[in-house]
């Protein structure tokens, strides 16, 4: 009885959010929602309580140069990616989520996501999702830092 709740709830979510793009003229179709966001068949996750859109880069470890070069190239979607701040970053950290405290709907295996603002050009700020710290550094972690674009949605 308990699983069927949890599909029924699912459907409904799904025909909710359906509702509510097709009145605000959108044509996207999602494909998973968890707690508050919701991702599109195209990849982009959309943040409901922020105004949020991310999209996840490559899922392998870069430098924060490679992970702003990615951000900055990034068109899809009408463009308008750029890195995301801290306070953005920490918003998605929620032990628990995911693998690595962050939502599955944002695929990453890494625990490290660069941030865009830099204090000079040997450190670059990274937050941590395994634990929920940030610092500077001036070097990738071992396994490399990921990439996130975001921007703010102004649609609609």
Request: hydrophobic residues 40%; proline residues 3%.
């Amino acid at each position: 009885m308990q699983a069927s709740g949890k599909i029924f709830l699912t459907v409904a979510l799904k025909i909710f959010f359906l509702m509510v793009l097709a009145v605000c003229g959108v044509s996207a179709e999602f494909v998973y929602t968890d707690r508050h966001f919701v991702r599109y068949d195209s990849g982009v996750v959309y943040d409901t309580e922020l105004g949020l859109e991310w999209f996840a880069g490559p899922d392998r470890g870069t430098s924060w140069e490679e992970a702003n070069s990615w951000v900055v190239g990034l068109d899809e979607f009408g463009g308008g990616w750029r890195m995301p701040i801290r306070s953005e970053l920490d918003s998605l950290y929620h032990v628990g989520d995911g693998v690595n405290n962050i939502t599955y709907l944002l695929t990453n295996s890494g625990y490290w996501i660069w941030a865009g603002n830099t204090r000079n050009s040997s450190s670059k700020w990274i937050f941590s999702f395994s634990y929920g710290g940030e610092g500077w550094n001036g070097q990738p972690p071992d396994d490399g830092g990921r990439a996130l674009a975001v921007r703010q949605r102004t649609r609609y």
